[in-house]
């Protein structure tokens, strides 16, 4: 065979994804000129001529006619680059001294060990390229949502493949506690990072991510994705509770009512992809103390004092309204400090406390230490039920007290109301 055919020789290539036509082209011409300078001291005087369709490839070696003495005597004679008219004329009767001659450079003048050399170049190049592909096409989908199919499920991780057969990892850590997924099965995810590690691409996908929420949003909701309705801010506890804060700069239109659409008919859609996750939608204001009430719904506050410079905020409020503001796991007060970027304390409304119900922190004195009374009296903690209601963490982080030193205040003031 006269040529060189790619499709015989460079089998690899026959699927090449995430590589165009012509930049393989390109790789294999220039890999080919590497091949020839190393072998002939250059590849100027060479035309290389692939063809992608076909998978082949020749290479035409181009020389000038000299005259038979010049081509035996002269120092200047380079057989790469001169012929003498003799050796031209065996090629074609006609030729004349000054003219060029092409010649076909055929397989076994290249030599099986060098045809064998620059396929591995031609592996290495190609599979770098499409790795580099790949990577840059990757980066810039960082923030997008994407779907994908389940190839492998692993303790740590789940392995995913996009419709052009690219790997993807959900990691453990990016997964909504209550995720299950097996092979087969598509997942919505956002692209959330992208490294190249040991020259390999590693695409990290999550559904925990604020932003594969705000996406969400910008799916079910059209005036979010037309810029109409703007999300501000979003915090998330995944497969719990989210709260968003959205700002609409067109007063005719309702961003929380928008959000959440007829009947939650928009909401619905998210809460189901985030696998039942409590989503709170709420108006954005740069206003501190309402944006902290707003974000504490469903509880309802008497009053608030915030100090700007420590960005600390105390909130009183009715007892049957603690329990609300606290949330579940105490993600809702979690999730409105992360969102108002305010560490919020709840306190218990003195005015409101029924002494018929409750007792006073001043009755226990003979079972726990003054010191440790006035400590739970400075966090608005001045009755036995006010105590109580609070978590024991949120008890520790608040007065400073040790764990054992609150588990026996809780002792004593529970048996109270046990007696």
Not at 50 to 61: A, C, F, M, Q
Not at 89 to 106: A, N
Request: proline letters at 3%; charged letters at 35%.
């Amino acid at each position: 065979m006269e040529s060189v055919n790619l499709i015989e020789s460079f089998s690899e290539f026959k699927e090449i994804k995430n590589v165009d036509k012509a930049t393989l082209m390109s790789i294999i011409e220039d890999v080919f000129r590497t091949m020839l300078t190393k072998k002939y001291g250059s590849d100027k005087n060479f035309d290389i001529i692939v063809n992608p369709d076909k998978g082949d490839i020749e290479i035409w070696k181009n020389r000038r006619i000299v005259d038979d003495e010049f081509a035996e005597d002269s120092f200047d004679y380079d057989p790469n680059k001169h012929i003498s008219l003799t050796e031209a004329r065996k090629v074609e009767p006609d030729f004349e001294i000054g003219e060029d001659v092409s010649e076909l450079v055929k397989l076994e003048e290249i030599g099986r060990r060098n045809v064998l050399s620059v396929r591995q170049n031609l592996v290495q190049k190609v599979l770098e390229l499409e790795k580099n592909e790949i990577y840059n096409k990757y980066k810039e989908k960082v923030g997008d949502i994407i779907n994908a199919e389940v190839y492998q499920v692993w303790k740590k991780e789940i392995m995913l493949l996009d419709d052009e057969g690219n790997e993807l990892l959900l990691p453990k850590t990016e997964q909504i506690p209550t995720d299950f997924f097996k092979k087969g099965d598509t997942v919505k995810a956002v692209v959330y990072k992208v490294d190249m590690k040991n020259g390999t691409p590693s695409i990290i996908v999550s559904r925990t991510s604020p932003s594969f929420l705000e996406r969400l949003f910008e799916m079910e909701v059209p005036e979010v994705f037309d810029g109409l309705i703007t999300i501000k801010k979003i915090v998330r506890e995944p497969g719990e509770r989210a709260k968003v804060a959205v700002e609409s700069y067109d007063d005719r239109i309702d961003p929380v009512g928008a959000c959440v659409g007829m009947k939650g008919s928009r909401i619905h859609g998210i809460v189901r992809e985030l696998k039942n996750e409590n989503i709170d939608v709420i108006n954005y204001t740069a206003n501190p103390s309402l944006l902290i009430q707003r974000s504490l719904s469903p509880a309802k506050i008497t009053s608030i004092k915030i100090d700007d410079e420590t960005k600390r905020a105390e909130v009183f409020l009715k007892p049957d309204q603690i329990s609300l503001a606290i949330g579940k796991g105490g993600f809702n007060i979690k999730l409105a400090g992360k969102l108002t970027g305010y560490d919020i304390d709840v306190f218990r409304d003195t005015d409101e406390v029924d002494s018929v119900d409750d007792v006073d922190l001043d009755e226990f004195s003979d079972e726990i230490d003054e010191a440790i009374i006035d400590e739970l009296k400075s966090i608005g903690c001045d009755t036995a039920r006010s105590v109580l209601e609070l978590k024991p963490d949120e008890l520790i982080r608040r007065t400073g007290l040790s764990e054992d030193v609150i588990a026996q205040v809780r002792g004593v003031l529970q048996a109270e109301f046990e007696d």
